[in-house]
């Protein structure tokens, strides 16, 4: 049991003290990795179990104020996390590649704008675990998924790991592009609070949809070309992973998109 125990500290003591990023040492959040396991914990109890509960014999809240403010702030940082992410990293002349980009530990001013707004991203993603509780509170315990509660929990945890090992590398094309997504994502929530009717459009629910599964076939691309050619000097481990994942989405958005859209479509033509 000892032997076990120590090789347990010798691979933490490895890997989050001497194998870290040390231009991410002073951001909050990314020191211990248990601050941020704990707060996955405490959100997928009070998702599943504490916060429905709680609501069982209660009311559901309103929130609208609360949520426009939230909507147009997560439109406002994602958009900002986007722009100034590509800027500072594929248009610049920092020598930053498409096709595989190594983990390296540059300090340049692009680099560093860079890294901040790869902190912003995991930052946000916390932020993201808003929406399921606002769903708890509005008592919209439909829209708490399987999907939904794996994609919201999964992001954080990814991206502390990214943040805290890969920052700057091959993999930051999926915050960028996912950050754009979620200014067009943020920006129908707030439409939809004034304009309710949108909500049962299935032209923009559709095309949401489809965005978000481009996204997913873009990144399967992107970690899945180096992973099968072997061309990029990057961890083989974590091109697997992001393919594997962004596959494992995209069937789960394919799935409902037939679901909800297709079939929906054939029932009513019938």
Known sequence: MALVLRSIFNIYTFYFEEYNDPRVEQFPLLGSPW???LLIILYIKFVSEWGP???EHRKPFGLKGLMNVYNVSQVLLNLYIGLTGFYNSYFTDDDYSWVCEPINQKVTPARRKLIFVTYLYFLSKIVDLLDTVFFVLRKKNNQITFLHIYHHAGMVAATYVFNKFLSGSHATLLGLIN???HVIMYFYYFLTSFRP???NSLWWKKYITQVQMFQFLILMIHFGAPLLLGYCNYPTFVLFIGFSQNIFMFTLFADFYVKAYLKARKRVAA
């Open 53 to 55: 509960k709680l609501m």
């Open 35 to 37: 601050p941020v396991i």
């Open 197 to 199: 009717e949108l909500k």
């Open 179 to 181: 950050s754009f997504v």
